[in-house]
């Protein structure tokens, strides 16, 4: 199979969502959708995964615990050292090629609770170490990875609607929201950010995700340093080194935009990515990117498409292919288990 473009990915994205959907769908319909329920449909969840796949670990997570369930996302990297007894009653690991070598090694080391993972190919070493697997379904992706993000993204909230036994409104309206915004100009955003040294970016709760991944698509895709926080944490001193020469994207529409026209008025070049309709301070050095209205993982979905298509942007004004360049050998496992360049 042909591995896309970055930018053939990003276009792609439409048709991948309705093909992993189906499937995701389909598979929790059936015997899958059962043992998934039977292993984490109850008690305490822990989902985790390693890059992108942890960033969607946490919208998931801060899905469920709005909806009452207990529940965290933890990067793999941070399970190390092993995995501590009584954590979760169950665990959810993501990886869209099931050979991510600190993924695989913490779900190994789960022992006396339910093991699911989430990843294209179940029969991955991922794959092997669950206990039940639901196939993402995702076609093949660019390097930089775009399309099994929001396809992971997509699959999470499904999984998240069937433990709360209750389908979101908002994904029958998603395929068109994400070809709407596919469209839009991303120029602004670019830009915006075409200059800076570095960009700090920051969100909450289900936004959060998005920060994550958007500051390190930043960094893979157009080689801009980024730092990430949550909007709080972003208040407590973070913030200091806004000025001049400097960026902030924003996703948010509740603290983030009292945040953007403060940061905007330090003298940052600002981005707010948001679904609220109020009216800010139009500063030159404020560019506010609406996006659609959708709530849960799908509201995650269409807000990180414009970040794919500014870096795509980015990357072309410094004459900048976008490829992974210094993934070491040790971070991929082959079928056997063992180390192999990704």
């Given amino acids: 199979m042909t591995t896309p473009s970055y930018l053939d990915g990003v276009r792609g994205q439409p048709e991948n969502l309705a ?19 039977d292993a984490l449909g109850s008690g305490s969840l822990a989902v985790f995964g390693m890059g992108a796949s942890t960033a969607a670990a946490t919208a998931f997570a801060a899905a469920l615990r709005g909806a ?3 529940s965290v996302a933890i990067s793999a990297a941070d399970l190390g050292d092993g995995m501590p007894s009584g954590l979760a009653d169950g665990y959810l690991a993501v990886s869209q090629s ?41 076609g093949e992706d ?11 993204l997509q699959a999470l909230g499904l ?34 950010f075409a200059d800076v040294s570095c960009v700090d970016v920051v969100g909450a709760g289900l936004a959060a995700a998005s920060a994550a991944a958007a500051g390190l698509l930043l960094r893979e895709a157009a080689h801009l340093p980024t730092a990430t926080y949550s909007t709080g944490e972003y208040l407590h001193g973070p913030l200091e080194s806004a000025g001049p020469g ?7 529409a509740g603290r983030e935009l009292r945040l953007a026209a403060d940061l905007a008025s330090y003298g940052a070049q600002v981005v707010l990515l948001t679904a609220s309709a109020n009216e800010l301070p139009g500063p030159p050095n404020l ?9 849960g993982l799908a509201g995650c979905v269409v807000e ?5 298509l500014a870096a795509s942007r980015l990357a072309e004004r410094q004459g900048l292919p976008i490829e992974l360049r210094h993934m070491p050998d040790d971070t991929k496992l082959d079928a056997g288990g063992r180390a192999v360049p990704s």
């Fill in 19 to 37: 093909r992993s959907a189906a499937t995701v769908r389909a598979a929790l319909r059936g015997p899958v959708g059962e043992a998934v329920l």
């Fill in 68 to 70: 009452g369930r207990a």
């Fill in 98 to 138: 099931g050979r991510s070598r600190e993924t695989v090694e913490a779900m190994a080391r789960v022992h006396g609770a339910a093991r699911v993972a989430l990843t294209n190919d179940p029969t991955s070493p991922l794959g092997a170490v669950a206990d039940a697997v639901i196939p993402l379904g995702c």
């Fill in 142 to 152: 660019s390097r930089v990875s775009t399309l099994s993000y929001t396809a992971t």
């Fill in 159 to 192: 999984l998240a609607d069937s433990l709360a036994g209750r389908p979101s409104a908002d994904w029958p309206a998603l395929p068109d929201a994400v070809a709407a915004v596919l469209a839009d100009d991303p120029e602004p955003i670019a830009a915006a």
């Fill in 246 to 252: 400097r960026g902030a994207l924003l996703f948010g």
């Fill in 287 to 295: 560019r506010v990117v609406r996006r659609p209205a959708l709530s």
């Fill in 304 to 308: 990180i498409l414009p970040i794919q």
